[in-house]
């Protein structure tokens, strides 16, 4: 959070500045600080020359910010009324002040009529990225938060976050006196600062402005500007270790750079992941824990259901040696290993700690790490030459779906099934569960004749799910895409991929700026290993239909402040708050304008690595998904299915999602739709996106 007074770093062309514009006449329109207001007016004149003036004069302090390389300029409000004229001139500016790196930040008062109908500008001016919006918070907006109620007034800043709000700015007249007397903010507007901060506080800048009403006896401590005392107080918002906690972690830190960022969904089949990619991967702190979590679970359940081969060593010592073959597939640079070695280590330790330190009963692992990428391979020789706990781990350069190509797999394969894998583990899990193609993997392992009888996997199921959200910024950056090239390996030069493409492509994205519009909903599921009565283990997995469709019906009416920007574990405060709203009277819930605009989908999952089948308590789970989300984990931001158009939704209407998991041959892809339903009526449908994959697929 940046906190400025309203003279510093940002340009605001409703000040009163001389400008040269071309008109020795004085302008037909008042410049003094008024936010502009005459100026807008001016602009949708039906005198002709009135209407250029204040072109002119608008443009001159435009290019003035841009030349002095001012990173943003804020601007009038948008009028109640004949909005258009106003919405063309900036569709041409933000064109122009887009080649210039200049931001336009529209001043938006705090209530739902304004932000609709920044919503409509915002559409004339194509979607541009760099056209935002700043909050402008005073004495008219606090009473109006006072009318609604807290619950409906942190359900309208949740919308507000998705519509690109860049700024925030508190006008002196909002502030109270406390006891020292001191200017602090009214309750009310102290929580949903704090709630703002810590959900955009890393990118959002924060303003003051008006007169300086607050005085002390000590002049020098209120600065030149008199505005030291306020901006000291929103300093001291931002440093309370509840907005701290949010948005100074080292986690934080780390994804700083990730925020909004689309990116392309690994394909870790058809390429192979570079040695950084695995290095970041590696840093999460929660994930491995519970991948050891799950093999330890799953080793005590198969020793307790004896579907371990047992050797006894010395029958006069009662010395025993449980076997257990472990497979890890797509080992990567090893963690799972580590992970594997250590839960074995870990069992052990409980078993001597049940039995005794004289007891001779141990697990001996047989651990082969699978792997196809030859780089990798390399790094894991490295590690099995010179890391002791290495020492007995068998490395395999082999695809998995093709293991029987590999001489030792192949031994395995014809050998008993005793000899066969008892857990296979992998983490082929993408943000969407199965969309880096985890169920053909595991389906192929299983259909390899590997896998015991009553061999486990790890990850045992994982469910996709999906939510609506808005956001401005999201679709724009997917919308920016069209420029880039339709093949990364083509460079710069490379023929641009264009906006069908773009807006038919799922992204993987840290959504920041972003507000998830609903609980997100179940899609379908994937189980692991695939059992059938009466078939074998490997024959059950060569009968599989991994196609799905599932059919998502929305209702936006409830509050979702909770999910935040869907990335995040879901508030329980907000939930709460949003369930002590639904008291209010009924005749004040019809004024609350629930109207929004959806901008995509955002796809996440919820994994049970290990579920024990001899203790229900026990299991070993990590998800993505808001009302389940492991907090502290960073392997996965959530998938971004963009809408080509954006779709207005009216209060009172739901959303109807429906997706499509396709394949055939040596490919897989989605297809998605959304349909705006009022009263069992169809007003509005989207366009099929990506039929046949024509725009995006996962090569198998």
Same mark, same amino acid.
């Given at each position: ?74 601007? &009038? ?38 932000? /609709? ?25 606090? $009473? ?37 007397? #001191? ?40 600065? *030149? ?28 830190? !780390? ?19 570079? #040695? ?19 093999? /330890? ?67 001996? &692992? ?27 781990? @068998?490395?395999? /350069? ?16 014809? $050998? ?27 389906? $192929? ?5 590997? !896998? ?24 724009? @950056? ?96 907000? @939930?709460?708050?949003?369930?002590? $709203? ?62 080509? /158009? ?12 429906? !997706? ?30 990506? &039929?046949?994959? *024509? ?6």
């Amino acid at each position: 959070m940046d906190t400025d007074t309203d003279t510093d770093t940002v340009a605001d062309p409703n000040t009163n500045v001389d400008a040269d514009t071309n008109t020795d006449a004085k302008p037909p329109f008042s410049t003094q600080w008024n936010h502009g207001q005459d100026l807008i007016a001016a602009l949708s004149s039906n005198d002709r020359s009135t209407t250029a003036i204040a072109e002119n004069y608008f443009t001159y302090m435009l290019d003035w910010a841009a030349h002095m390389n001012i990173p943003a300029c804020v601007l &009038p409000p948008i009028p109640n009324n004949n909005f258009v004229a106003y919405g063309r001139y900036l569709a041409t500016q933000a064109l122009k002040s887009s080649a210039n790196n200049v931001q336009l930040w529209v001043r938006v008062a705090f209530d739902h009529g304004s932000l /609709e109908r920044f919503n409509h500008v915002h559409k004339l001016c194509d979607g541009a990225l760099n056209l935002g919006c700043i909050i402008m918070f005073d004495s008219q907006s606090l $009473g109006l938060i006072t009318s609604l109620g807290l619950n409906a007034a942190m359900a309208l800043l949740h919308q507000f976050i998705g519509c690109n709000l860049r700024a925030v700015s508190f006008n002196t007249d909002i502030f109270l006196v406390n006891k020292q007397g #001191f200017p602090a903010l009214p309750k009310s507007m102290q929580f949903l600062f704090m709630e703002l901060l810590k959900r955009i506080g890393r990118t959002c800048r924060v303003l003051v402005e008006g007169v300086p009403i607050h005085r002390i006896q000590d002049a020098s401590a209120m600065g *030149r500007s008199g505005m030291m005392l306020y901006l000291q107080y929103l300093r001291h918002i931002r440093s309370k270790d509840e907005v701290a906690f949010a948005i100074d972690t080292e986690e934080a830190r !780390m994804e700083t750079g990730y925020l909004d960022h689309l990116q392309s969904a690994l394909q870790p089949l058809g390429d192979n992941l570079e #040695f950084s990619t695995y290095e970041v991967f590696e840093k999460d702190p929660v994930k491995y824990a519970r991948y050891q979590d799950a093999v /330890e679970i799953a080793l005590e359940d198969k020793m307790q259901l004896g579907h371990l081969r047992n050797e006894t060593v010395n029958a006069k010592s009662n010395s025993i040696i449980i076997h257990v073959t472990i497979f890890v597939v797509g080992a990567g640079r090893g963690p799972l290993v580590d992970a594997s070695l250590k839960a074995v280590e870990n069992v052990n330790k409980k078993n001597r700690a049940i039995l005794g330190t004289n007891s001779s009963f141990a697990i001996k &692992p047989r651990i082969v790490a699978v792997e196809k990428n030859p780089s990798a391979i390399l790094y894991l020789n490295s590690l099995k030459a010179h890391d002791p706990q290495w020492r007995n781990v @068998e490395i395999v /350069e082999c695809d998995m779906r093709h293991a029987s190509k590999d001489p030792l797999l192949a031994t395995i394969i014809s $050998g008993h099934d005793s000899d066969k894998v008892d857990i296979v583990v992998s983490e082929l899990l993408g943000s969407f569960g199965d969309n880096e193609l985890s169920p053909e993997c595991l389906d $192929g392992f299983q259909q390899s004749g590997l !896998m015991k009888e009553t061999g486990a996997s790890i990850p045992q199921s994982y469910t996709s799910y999906l939510a609506p959200v808005t956001s401005m910024r999201l679709h724009a @950056e997917a919308h920016a895409h069209a420029f880039l090239p339709s093949t990364p390996t083509e460079g710069p030069g490379g023929k641009p991929c264009g906006v069908l493409q773009a807006m038919e492509t799922p992204y993987v994205v840290r959504a920041h700026a972003a507000s998830q519009l609903h609980k997100e909903l179940p899609c379908w599921q994937f189980n692991h290993p695939i059992r059938k009565d009466g078939w074998s283990v490997t024959n059950a997995a060569k009968q599989v239909d991994n196609e799905r469709c599932t059919e998502l019906i929305f209702n936006l009416e409830s509050d979702s402040s909770a999910y935040g920007p869907g990335y995040q574990k879901a508030d329980e405060r907000l @939930e709460l708050l949003s369930i002590s $709203g639904t008291s209010d009277n009924s005749k004040k819930k019809r004024e609350i304008d629930k109207s929004c605009t959806i901008h995509g989908f955002l796809g996440t999952f919820h994994c049970v690595l290990y579920q024990s089948l001899t203790n229900t308590s026990a299991a070993s789970v990590i998800s993505i998904a808001p009302t389940t989300f492991s907090v502290g984990m960073f392997s996965w931001f959530p998938l971004y299915f963009p809408l080509r /158009e954006p779709q207005a939704v009216p209060t009172g209407a739901t959303v109807k999602c429906t !997706m499509w998991r396709k394949c055939d041959e040596g490919r897989v892809w989605y297809e998605w739709c959304s349909e705006v339903i009022v009263n069992n009526r169809v007003m509005t449908i989207s366009n099929l996106h990506n &039929p046949n994959g *024509r725009s995006c697929i996962v090569r198998l």
